[in-house]
């Protein structure tokens, strides 16, 4: 068996048993590295000590995992560029709080993997530094922006991932690879020391081959920052406690299936299956109805959060690349990219006085609706679950030149993104004839995480994988 | 009344005295700092990643100058509509005939600092160095309405804002550490009706003056201004919206930058700080926190200590000052108890303190205010005894201790301490020491030694 295969938890409870040892996993994970990087372009850098900073953890609960990380997060000792050429060799001076927990945990942060530059994306196509290439199928893109952490997950190149996410940048580029990914309610983990996109709503979280890895990867990175004053106080639960406890009886809310542009696409039928399965298993699943106002028991259409969704990001984005002098580190502004510019210049100008109360103070009105349609629909459902996409992985090239490429793309995850909530993409039908996948989102109100978990693995456990 | 009137508003900076800097952990000196950049950290760097974190502190130290609080919820400013009193002593009337002159405030709000950028030429290049040890300190602007007419009114403004912020011992404020920054606007309104008339509409343009390191530029900048515009519109020119910075060496303000336009600004509300909510229990605690300001303690001295108005604005000058008179007052109270009747006697006023610090201004880090009772008390008890008293009693002394006196011709000195004390005695305590020494050697110069 090749070890680099294994999940998490197994190769941890492997590792305990010392059936195998952390030199023959880490020889199988280097070697997947060298044969398959050159071509899929995951991974930025390569960390040549991982092996010896994984037998110094051994005895921690991560016990020296090999970890992908999303090349946003700051990591002293490798470099860490946002996939962009403005932080080409940028060397940070101190330590995201994500990865510093993950190595205080015990893991090993064995490479950076490539993102779309400045995580402006859905594509990964929009990288400084080229392409990744879907491990799945080749001729397709792994989705974005987290998509080299994703396919680094898909490619076995390492165990578990860290990504991270505005609106669909874990979920999406899981579902495209067929992996698990995770974002959190706002707050749940720190931003300090993640390349800032979109402020009131970057969430950091797990890639995973299986649910259960994801849920012990988020207790280890969760919790209140004193870096970040924006992360919750409330404790961060042991995740892994209550996945067995599932569905029956629970209220499952189906979304967004009879949006026009999903009705009879195989995401409906992949959607309607899925019911299916939490029927079986003992709960009650109602199609939430599309509507154009906020209306009892229905869902805002997503369209709406299209637009909203541009206005609040792009100025965030703005005010965040403004520190980007080239002067202290890096080099200067005319190193940004197509995207990062259109982005600055519509920010700069949505901002700009007589168009900031047009543009960001009516869009944060439309996002109270949205928070409010939210909290109304967790009155009557346990969770709501939808596509993170409106389809399968797109062949390579499909966003160049669409300026809303990602906007459209993850429009279904931005309403509940822009409400803070925490969602979960788990794999939920495979085209045996592209060998690609189609994900399936699990919602949860606000630091429900727990319930989120234990939908997601009771479906994993269910779920029948054609011959 | 001339036909103009100056319209003039401000805009103070005050650099607050906390341990840390605004958002992050860093201390919170940047005077005193040894070299440049070492209280910086990513946040106050501006580092990819670097978010800022609230300093509870910055806020919770904060003065309470206005009246209405309206508390910080993202761009909303800490408090609005406040107001501070100050007198308006009309030209050639006497002190009597002081209006109290309400000067509104628009908004106080806390901001962070910048760094601070140096110019210089190092190995034969011009340079721009940049020290970030200012960076993220805590700053706290105040706005005022364009209610001040006078130089004389900003003058007195200032002088009060600058004694109740070091009352609250919330910053040095010292305008030529920088730690306290004034930018004036001033712009002239003719006067075309009676002189009477409320003010309708302000001018259109407005003139912003920086460069003002201490209260004496801030006067002559103002001056100047006043009298440059106040020529253009005599021209029948129409004075322009600018920045313009005083030039101490020329004794002229000079044009700064075109001012930027309001959209070369661009304001969102930080996603990176949740807002800030504060319970009306937290706000009445903090209230309480807030020491007696300087009018407070003024008509407090006044009324319990019966002090003169002009007495109690020198006495209440400073925290220290009022403090010590106090502490004074205490002592001189405390000692009325002893029981020793010749005190009660000659009892130490509040007043007569008042009186002593005012006139001989004595050296509050040197002397105690238990000694300064003591001094106050043995000048005050000179009056009481006569000379001819003292000569008595040195006469008596003469006769009466032949020993000492003996002693004393012989050349020795104890002798001398102990005559004196004898006197002391003599006259029961009263009289001041130096007076009746110097008698007492004069008497004995007669004897000869």
């Not at chain 1, 809310?253 to 949006?259: I, V």
């Not at chain 2, 003010?199 to 004496?216: A, D, G, W």
């Not at chain 2, 509050?364 to 000569?391: C, H, M, Y």
Request: hydrophobic share 35%.
């Amino acid at each position: 068996m090749k070890l680099n295969t294994l999940t998490l938890t197994n190769a941890l409870a492997l590792l305990k048993k010392k059936e195998i040892s952390l030199e023959e996993l880490y020889r199988d994970i280097e070697k997947a590295i060298e044969e398959k990087n050159n071509e899929l372009n995951i991974y930025l850098t390569v960390d040549k000590e991982a092996m010896k900073k994984a037998r110094q953890a051994q005895e921690l609960p991560l016990g020296g995992l090999p970890i992908a990380v999303k090349d946003n997060f700051l990591t002293i000792g490798l470099p860490t560029t946002a996939s962009s050429n403005v932080l080409d060799g940028f060397m940070p001076p101190y330590e995201s709080t994500v990865t510093k927990r993950l190595k205080e945990s015990g893991g090993v942060v064995i490479g950076k993997t490539n993102m779309d530059a400045w995580a402006h994306g859905s594509s990964t196509e929009t990288s400084d530094f080229g392409p990744t290439k879907n491990p799945r199928n080749l001729k397709h893109l792994p989705g974005g922006s987290s998509g080299g952490s994703a396919a680094a997950v898909a490619a076995d190149m390492c165990i578990a991932a860290i990504g991270s996410e505005t609106a669909g940048s874990i979920r999406q580029p899981a579902a495209w690879c067929g992996v698990v990914g995770l974002k959190p309610t706002y707050g749940r983990v720190s931003r300090a020391g993640v390349v800032a996109m979109g402020s009131s709503l970057d969430c950091p979280g797990p890639i995973g081959k299986t649910v259960e890895d994801c849920a012990v990867l988020l207790h280890v990175i969760a919790g209140k920052d004193e870096y970040d004053g924006t992360t919750s106080s409330q404790t961060a639960p042991r995740y892994q406690k209550n996945l067995k406890d599932g569905v029956k009886g629970m209220r499952i809310g189906l979304c967004y299936t009879d949006h026009p542009k999903l009705v009879g696409t195989p995401v409906d039928v992949a959607m309607r299956e899925a019911g299916k399965v939490f029927e079986r298993l003992g709960a009650k699943v109602e199609l939430v109805k599309l509507s154009k106002s906020v209306k009892p028991n229905t869902i805002l259409t997503p369209d709406y959060a299209i637009g909203l969704y541009t206005i609040v990001q792009r100025g965030e984005v703005s005010s965040n690349l403004a520190r980007y002098d080239g002067i202290r580190y890096g080099e200067d502004r005319s190193h940004f990219g197509e995207e990062a510019k259109r982005r600055i210049a519509l920010g700069t100008f949505i901002l700009s006085k007589g168009y900031a109360d047009k543009y960001y103070v009516h869009a944060q009105k439309v996002r109270s609706l949205y928070i409010q349609n939210f909290k109304e629909l967790f009155e009557t459902y346990d969770v709501l679950v939808s596509s993170p996409s409106p389809g399968f992985a797109l062949p390579i090239g499909a966003s160049a030149g669409d300026p809303m490429f990602g906007e459209l793309q993850d429009m279904l995850v931005e309403p509940s993104s822009l409400a803070g909530l925490p969602g979960i993409s788990i794999p939920c039908f495979r085209d045996p004839e592209t060998n690609l996948y189609l994900g399936l989102n699990i919602m949860a109100n606000h630091w429900q995480e727990e319930k989120m978990f234990a939908v997601a693995y009771t479906f994993e456990q269910n779920i029948r994988w054609d011959p | 009344m001339g036909k103009y009137e100056p319209i003039i508003g401000l805009e103070i900076h005050v650099e607050l005295a906390t341990a840390s800097k605004m958002f992050c952990g860093c201390k919170n000196d940047p005077f005193f700092a040894s070299d440049p950049n070492i209280y910086t950290c990513p946040v106050c760097l501006g580092m990819p990643g670097g978010l800022p974190v609230p300093n509870k502190k910055a806020v919770e130290f904060y003065p309470d100058l206005p009246k209405g609080y309206q508390i910080s919820q993202y761009d909303k400013p800490l408090a609005i509509h406040g107001s501070l009193e100050i007198f308006n002593y009309p030209i050639n009337q006497s002190t009597n005939n002081q209006i109290k002159e309400k000067i509104r405030i628009r908004r106080v709000h806390i901001e962070e600092d910048t760094g601070k950028l140096i110019h210089a030429t190092i190995e034969g290049k011009r340079v721009s160095l940049v020290d970030f040890n200012r960076s993220g300190v805590p700053l706290v602007e105040v706005v005022t309405e364009p209610d001040f007419r006078t130089v004389e009114e900003v003058d007195q403004f200032l002088k009060k804002l600058q004694q109740i912020i070091r009352y609250l011992s919330i910053s040095g404020a010292d305008m030529e550490k920088g730690s306290m920054r004034l930018e004036p606007s001033i712009s002239i309104l003719p006067i075309t009706n009676t002189t009477n008339n409320p003010i309708i509409q302000y001018p259109t343009y407005r003139v912003e003056l920086k460069n003002i390191n201490s209260f004496r530029f801030a006067r002559k900048a103002i001056e100047y201004e006043i009298e440059r515009q106040t020529a253009m519109l005599d021209r029948g020119e129409q004075p322009i919206q600018q920045t313009r910075g005083w030039s101490e060496d020329k004794g002229v303000t000079l044009p700064q930058r075109a001012k930027e336009e309001a959209q070369d600004y661009r304001y969102f509300p930080e996603p990176d700080i949740p807002p800030m909510r504060w319970e009306k229990s937290q706000i009445s605690k903090l209230k309480s926190q807030i020491p007696e300001l300087p009018d407070q303690k003024k008509e407090r001295f006044m009324k319990t200590y019966g002090l003169s108005d002009y007495d109690s604005d020198l006495i209440t000058e400073t925290r220290k000052l009022a403090d010590y008179f106090e502490e004074a007052v205490k002592v001189a109270e405390s000692t009325l108890d002893t029981g020793n009747q010749h005190i009660k006697q000659h009892h130490i006023s509040p007043k007569k303190i008042a009186n002593w610090m005012i006139n001989k201004q004595p050296d509050i880090d040197a002397i105690l205010p238990s000694q300064l009772v003591q001094d106050i008390r043995a000048a005050s008890l000179v009056v009481d005894v006569s000379i001819d008293e003292i000569t008595g009693a040195i006469e008596q002394v003469v006769r009466e201790q032949s020993k000492a006196m003996s002693d004393y011709q012989k050349g020795k000195e104890q002798a001398l301490m102990f005559l004196l004390g004898q006197v002391i005695k003599e006259l029961k305590g009263k009289g001041d020491k130096q007076i009746i020494t110097e008698k007492l050697k004069e008497k004995l110069a007669l004897y000869g030694r």
